[in-house]
């Protein structure tokens, strides 16, 4: 079976930094993805990572560990903008995504 | 990075009508995805729009239900059939950003659109 594991919510303050964790098991792996998602809108592409390590974009970083089905995205001086939705996604072998059910953060004054 | 313009953006249907949403990409690219995501919930597959042959459906997903049109490499439709309530949900499609389908890179998607079945 395949399956991915987000939490449902998070709440940070404005200017701290907020970690992320998605768990995976699935039938195949070809990379997992990073995606932000404000309410009412298509998601947005953050990050990538196909092989273990920690992979940085600016404010925004991901991690992956293959072995142990694990990723995090980590967001850093976090912004009121950054409220939203993230998406942890996985692809098979092929071009196939599956996608977890999202971590809504919102991010407070 | 490919850009896609996906109309309509939001209808309103009668029960037991047909939608069909359509998707242009800016550039060419071997391989578009139609994703459904239900109120509250995360996206998923329905199926893999193939140029030149029949598109490639997610278990739970039909061609009857669902038939997907690929005439080129920059277009792409995904028609919602004889609609009831359940199928009230947002539809997108989906590209590689670089357009070419390679293994790296992120994807893009279209703006979405917003079905409600009444």
């Known amino acids: 079976g395949q399956n991915i594991d987000q939490p449902t919510e998070m709440t940070a303050t404005e200017g701290a930094i907020v970690q992320i964790n998605c768990t995976y098991q699935t039938s195949g792996f070809n990379g997992l993805f990073w995606y932000q998602q404000h309410a009412g809108e298509a998601p947005t592409f953050l990050s990538y990572n196909v092989l273990d390590g920690l992979e940085e974009k600016g404010r925004f970083s991901s991690f992956l560990s293959r072995s142990k089905g694990y990723s995090y995205l980590l967001l850093k001086e976090l912004q009121m903008k950054d409220s939203a939705s993230y998406l942890c996604?996985?692809?098979?072998?092929?071009?196939?995504?599956?996608f977890g059910p999202g971590t809504r953060l919102s991010v407070l004054p | 990075s490919a850009v896609i313009s996906q109309k309509p953006s939001r209808d309103i249907c009668q029960r037991g009508t047909s939608l069909t949403i359509q998707c242009q990409v800016d550039?060419?690219?071997?391989?578009m995805f139609w994703y459904r995501q239900q109120p509250g919930q995360s996206l998923t597959l329905i199926a893999t729009?193939?140029?030149?042959?029949?598109?490639?459906?997610e278990s739970g997903f039909v061609i009857d239900k669902f038939p997907i049109s690929r005439p080129n490499l920059t277009f792409s439709t995904l028609t919602v059939s004889n609609m009831s309530p359940e199928d009230s949900s947002i539809y997108l499609c989906?590209?590689?950003?670089?357009?070419?389908?390679?293994?790296?890179?992120?994807?893009?998607f279209g703006s979405g659109t917003r079905l409600t079945v009444v």
């Open positions: 729009a193939n140029q030149g042959s029949e598109a490639t459906y």
């Open positions: 550039s060419q690219v071997t391989m």
């Open positions: 989906s590209v590689p950003l670089g357009g070419t389908g390679g293994l790296g890179g992120g994807y893009t």
């Open positions: 996604a996985v692809r098979n072998y092929g071009q196939n995504f599956v």
